[in-house]
Each structure stands twice: as C-alpha cells, then as structure tokens.
C-alpha cells in the first residue's frame, strides 16, 4: 500500500501494442496500465513452475481437476466442489492483470498471444504517508489496543477498496403486522424470514446501486502482493 496506486485519469487505449512496448514501460512512472490479455504457458516450463505456477486464476475446482498428489491426500474423503485463487500451469484467456506482472510474467518465460483491452491511468504513491505513519505509531504502542487501533487503521482502508457493493442486502426488520404486509406488497420484495411471533425480516431488491469504491485500487494492491511472492520464490 505503500507503493504507487491508481487515483486518476482512467482511459482506454488502443490494444495494439507489441510485446516490446509492454517491455519498455518503465516502473513506477506517473502514468501506467492495466491489461486484459492472453498468455500461453509452455509445456517446457511445466516441470520449473511446478512449485509455484505464474498468473494464478479464480477457478471453479472440481474433483477431476485433481492432481495425483491431491487425490492421495483427499484419500476417499469427501469433497465438496469450490471456487479458489489457484496458481496453475493452464493457458490464460482474457487474463486481467497489472502492467508490472506481465513484464514479471514474459521475463519468466509466458508467452504474450494476445491484448484485448488496455487502461491508462495516473498514479502515485498517495497511500504512503498515511500507511507509514499508522505503521510507525503501531510500532511505538504502549498497549495491545494501541496495536491493534494502528493495525486496523490499515487494514480497513484496503478492506474499503474491495468493497462488493453488490452483495449488500436491503433488510429490515419489523414487529408490526401492517408494515410487513406492506413491505412484502412491494414490488421490490425478495423474501422473508420470520423469527418469532412478534418479529419478521423482510429484505428488498436494492432498487440502486453506487459503485463509489475504488475497486481499482484494491485489485492493482493484490497484483502488488502476488509480485513480491513471485519475486521471492523466481529471484531470491
């Protein structure tokens, strides 16, 4: 979070570019991107990667997607099928990711097939100061809760740039009969639960939605992080 971060001028760009020029962008500059691309992983770096494959993915596991090493772990147990960030050696279409982890990316031996869309954006190191001093206030704390007042203090700034909007629920709850006839008469009615004789939760359909978090933000501090992970495991 101390690095730089996405604030501004947000545009979309021509995609035709080459892999040269996706190359040559310089690090932390005032102005960067986010790519939307394509990546082929070679068969012959299947074997090197193993340990910790490139440009992990959200995927939907299912059992025969299993590895050997898996199987004999699960060992007849049962497993329930679901969705994880998961590193793998697959081919990656329309692949989302932070100028500065394809460069790490095509370094390492992906191949670039092809850029579908590009974000241009401004960026600086806004976060920094805010971050420092909450992380040196922490370390000069008296008390746990000192530690923990600091800590938090970071953590929900991030948590605020992840923020789904769109799993916020309209929920209210009512102890009067008229208003919960009225509230399920609503054209916007979802459902209901009913607790006990003199309480009932009705929740709604949002009828609006503002998306004012800066999700951008969030995603560039996640591609940061998988970079140092990477930068450990490729480089040290």
Not at 56 to 77: A, C, H, Q, R, Y
Request: proline letters at 4%.
């Amino acid at each position: 979070m101390v690095e730089s971060l996405p604030y501004g001028g947000f545009e979309w760009i021509s995609a035709d570019v080459t892999l040269d020029w996706i190359q040559s962008i310089l690090q932390d500059s005032s102005e960067d991107y986010i790519f939307e691309v394509d990546l082929k992983y070679p068969e012959e770096l299947h074997d090197l990667h193993n340990d910790y494959p490139l440009a992990p993915e959200k995927m939907d596991i299912k059992f025969e997607d299993f590895s050997e090493f898996s199987n004999s772990v699960l060992n007849g147990m049962k497993y329930t099928p679901s969705t994880k960030l998961v590193p793998n050696l697959k081919d990656k279409k329309n692949y989302i990711t932070y100028y500065k982890n394809p460069q790490f990316y095509l370094k390492h031996g992906l191949k670039l097939e092809k850029v579908h869309k590009i974000l241009k954006f401004q960026q600086k190191p806004w976060l920094k100061k805010y971050i420092m001093f909450n992380t040196e206030q922490r370390k000069n704390s008296k008390s746990a809760f000192e530690k923990d007042f600091f800590k938090l203090m970071n953590n929900s700034v991030y948590g605020k740039t992840m923020e789904n909007i769109r799993n916020r629920v309209d929920v209210q709850l009512v102890n009067d009969e008229k208003k919960a006839q009225k509230l399920v008469a609503a054209p916007t009615f979802k459902r209901f639960k009913i607790f006990d004789n003199e309480l009932v939760g009705v929740e709604h359909v949002k009828k609006c939605l503002t998306l004012d978090k800066p999700i951008y933000v969030g995603f560039v501090i996640l591609e940061l992080s998988k970079l140092i992970m990477y930068n450990f495991h490729y480089n040290f």
